[in-house]
């Protein structure tokens, strides 16, 4: 059965660095999706892309972050200039229709 | 803030069947109801989703009244791997998805 992978498993990096996170989504799926969750915190939707752009994005979704889809395949979430409060799991979800979502296993993001 | 409300926890016993219920009084009538397993450390898992009546796959069924403002998942025979948080969710309008705070399921032995 096909999944989303994401990589790596596990970042740590210092304040005001960038991170770049990466996400294989399953293939043929249309839409991708980034979330992040905090310790023992909600699942928070940060952004949406369809279509090779940004279809909707969130209030913590500033111009901190960035994402892509490179190459066809790839789908990176990008932070700029982290800060300790982006320390939390990122999860990625790839979706063959709105609605439907298969998640990556996340990576967790340490930012110290 | 989530368009649906779950009981905040639940306790069951391994062999039992669990009904976990979410309310979502303003769902508009093309929305579809899904619901989401998540284990600590690992991405939310699709479960089901429906838009009706009742759906059934090889994990769980998904019923939902005439007037869709509820619905109710259920598992049957829980065992302990299926301690979890348990998410409800229907569309926010858009693209955007909003997790509620789920359903944290206990089973016992």
């Known amino acids: 059965e096909p999944e989303v992978t994401q990589t790596p498993s596990h970042q740590v990096t210092q304040m005001g660095q960038e991170v770049i996170l990466r996400c294989v989504p399953i293939?043929?799926?249309?839409?991708f999706y980034w979330y992040r969750q905090i310790l023992g915190q909600k699942v928070e939707f940060l952004v949406s892309f369809y279509n090779n752009e940004i279809s909707e994005k969130s209030e913590i979704f500033d111009d901190q972050f960035s994402v892509e889809r490179p190459d066809g395949s790839n789908f990176t979430l990008k932070i700029r200039s982290t800060k300790l409060e982006d320390s939390a799991m990122y999860f990625c979800?790839?979706?063959?229709?709105?609605?439907?979502?298969?998640f990556g296993p996340g990576t967790r993001l340490t930012v110290t | 803030l989530a368009k649906t409300t779950q009981p905040i926890s639940m306790d069951s016993y391994e062999g039992q069947e669990v009904n976990i219920t979410c309310s979502h009084n303003?769902?508009?009538?093309?929305?579809?109801i899904t619901w989401y397993q998540q284990f600590p450390s690992q991405g939310p898992r699709f479960i089901i989703q429906g838009y009706k009546t009742k759906v059934t796959n090889e994990v769980a069924s998904l019923f939902i009244p005439a007037d869709r403002k509820s619905s109710t998942l259920s598992l049957p025979r829980v065992s302990l791997s299926d301690t979890a948080v348990y998410y409800c969710l229907v569309p926010e309008g858009g693209f955007k998805t909003i997790f509620g705070a789920g359903t944290r399921l206990f089973v016992k032995a």
């Open positions: 293939s043929n799926h249309l839409y």
């Open positions: 303003n769902i508009a009538t093309n929305d579809y």
């Open positions: 979800a790839s979706l063959p229709q709105l609605y439907e979502q298969y």
